[in-house]
């Protein structure tokens, strides 16, 4: 793989370099892996990477059945935080956040990660309790936290309806300095390509369609390219996990939903930081290109359509206006959806499954970008090891059996 | 957007519902005796297919009844609605 550098940008620009290699091979299936990841999405591909690269396992293929970060790792609105309430998410989340301050120059792949600070609302006396309560939490966990009066809050942005004659005035918040957005295609290809560079095979247009078993042991897939055998498979495939889980015979607690986004039209900087209210249901921080990227909560029916029901956007943007009223005449222009795995705890399932040499990681829901880095480093070492990494422990799935819940939906629900 | 056949009021918008989840499963029988992986499977364990799918609705802005659709998850067409205590109609082939 050769380097991406400003000197090599400078020579390809006046002619002198011997122009761009492609960033991943398009290989044929082998007929037999070490490890075969289902799902080439970022937390898949970043899975790949780090067995790759930690562990020294390289005969690896992910398996992608469309186009890599074509599933939500190229649908959300990229926000990434770890100010998350309980000490299991907190660990989690924030190995991942460390893992984002590095990961430009560890992929040599520019993943635009700005940390810009992001402020979550807290509009009314109990959610400035609960938000004191989350601050407090967070900083025992060594994470940036602070709380925000109204006062901080309005001048850190002041595009903020200022009005305390509205359904949900501006109390204060809590804001979480090291937090910010990414590119999230720049990280499905950064992790492609330097897992492609470590020997892993990226093929696309691969979709499992069975599980091949000897006893209680899996020994291979089934896929619309061949048979391919694997000493141990990962589904890494977020809103179709429970598709696979049943192709291998258990069930999963998760349930399916769109979950929408929108951009408005290009406009002069306005906002530089990232916004959250749970309470008026949206978020919202400005590309670079000057959109304004929004986010809603979840349709609550299941579906594995990419799209939703436009009640939601249209609860999306009378919050919207209620927060920062000169919005209101900016035209949409374009909205989307995702299919999110959703767990009743909102938090994650990372580690074995039913099946031997079966791994799983799903159950990220409405904000597992964050997660990437994290997750795939966690899930990489559990595959190499055979045993679940300390940090993904208490994400099994026996979790659901014991009842130790790691409720984040406090945290989660509105917030990504 | 849905359009929703209640089966006491006729059809609605999909906002005038409050969705209910998969239908037709059980609570553990013998609560004493159940195992903790019994409980599991009926708090949490849910089928979740790619396809038709047996789900609840509740018409809250209208009859504030429950009652059963079967909807297909990837095109959201709905091939039957019942009430509670109705046969259980076939899934579309
Ligand atoms: C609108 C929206 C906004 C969001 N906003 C945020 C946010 O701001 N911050 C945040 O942290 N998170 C956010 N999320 C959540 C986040 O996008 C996901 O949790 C995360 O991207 C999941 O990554 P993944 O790699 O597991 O899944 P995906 O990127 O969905 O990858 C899974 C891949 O598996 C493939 N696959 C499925 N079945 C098969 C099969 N049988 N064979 C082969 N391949 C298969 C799919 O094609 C897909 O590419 C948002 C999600 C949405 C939809
Ligand atoms: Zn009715």
Redesign the pocket.
């Known amino acids: 793989m050769k380097r991406y550098s400003f000197v090599q940008l400078l020579r390809n620009a006046i002619g002198l370099g011997d122009g761009w290699q492609q960033a991943w091979r398009s290989p044929e299936p082998k007929p037999s892996y070490d490890v075969v990841i289902?799902?080439?999405?970022?937390?898949?591909?970043a899975t790949a990477y780090y067995l790759a690269k930690n562990h020294g396992v390289r005969n690896v293929a992910v398996?992608?059945?469309?186009?890599?970060?074509?599933?939500?790792?190229?649908?959300?609105?990229?926000?990434?935080r770890s100010n998350y309430l309980w000490d299991e998410s907190a660990a989690i989340y924030e190995h991942s956040l460390k893992l984002w301050e590095g990961l430009t120059q560890e992929l040599n792949f520019n993943v635009m990660f700005s940390q810009r600070n992001l402020v979550m609302l807290a509009h009314t006396e109990h959610e400035m309790i609960e938000a004191s309560r989350r601050v407090h939490a967070n900083r025992l966990n060594g994470i940036d936290a602070e709380i925000w009066s109204r006062e901080q809050t309005l001048a850190f942005i002041p595009i903020l309806n200022k009005s305390m004659n509205i359904r949900y005035p501006v109390m204060g918040g809590s804001a979480q300095p090291r937090a910010g957005?990414a590119r999230?295609d720049a990280v499905?290809w950064g992790f492609a390509r330097g897992a492609d560079a470590l020997g892993v095979d990226i093929i696309q247009n691969?979709?499992?369609?069975g599980v091949r078993r000897e006893g209680s042991r899996i020994v291979g897939l089934d896929?619309t390219r061949g048979a391919i055998d694997a000493k141990k498979v990962a589904f890494?495939?977020?809103?179709?996990s429970s598709?696979?889980a049943s192709l291998a015979g258990f069930r999963l607690p998760i349930e399916s939903h769109p979950?929408?986004?929108m951009v408005s039209e290009p406009i002069k900087p306005v906002l530089d930081t990232v916004v959250m209210s749970g309470a008026v249901h949206a978020?919202v921080s400005q590309s670079d290109k000057g959109e304004l990227v929004m986010?809603a909560g979840i349709d609550a029916f299941n579906s594995y359509a990419q799209r939703g029901s436009l009640p939601i956007l249209e609860d999306l943007a009378s919050a919207m206006v209620e927060l920062f009223p000169i919005v209101s005449r900016l035209k949409i222009l374009r909205s989307?959806?995702?299919?999110?795995?959703v767990c009743p705890d909102a938090s994650p399932i990372i580690g074995r499954t039913p099946v031997d040499g079966l791994f799983i990681?799903?159950g990220?829901?409405?904000?597992?970008?964050?997660?990437?880095p994290g997750?795939g480093w966690v899930l990489a070492d559990t595959i190499a090891n055979d045993r679940p990494h300390a940090l993904a422990a208490p994400f099994s799935m026996e979790r659901f059996a014991s009842g130790r819940l790691i409720d984040e939906h406090g945290a989660a629900a509105v917030a990504? | 957007m849905l359009l929703i056949p209640c089966p006491y009021c006729g059809e609605r918008t999909e906002s005038e519902f409050r969705y209910g989840g998969e239908a037709h499963f059980r609570r553990p029988e013998n609560h004493l005796e159940a195992t903790d992986e019994a409980w599991a499977d009926y708090l949490f364990m849910r089928k979740n297919p790619k396809g038709w799918h047996r789900e609840r609705w509740m018409h809250i802005a209208g009859c504030k009844r429950w009652f059963y659709v079967v909807r297909h998850t990837v095109t959201h067409r709905i091939s039957s609605v019942y009430k509670v205590g109705d046969p259980l109609p076939d899934l579309p082939s």
């Open positions: 289902v799902g080439g999405g970022g937390h898949g591909l398996l992608e059945k469309g186009w890599i970060g074509g599933g939500n790792t190229g649908r959300n609105t990229t926000v990434v957005i999230h499905a691969c979709e499992v369609i896929t890494v495939a977020a809103g179709h598709v696979l979950l929408q986004a978020y986010g989307w959806g995702g299919i999110v795995d990681n799903c990220w829901g409405t904000g597992g970008f964050k997660a990437t997750s990504h």
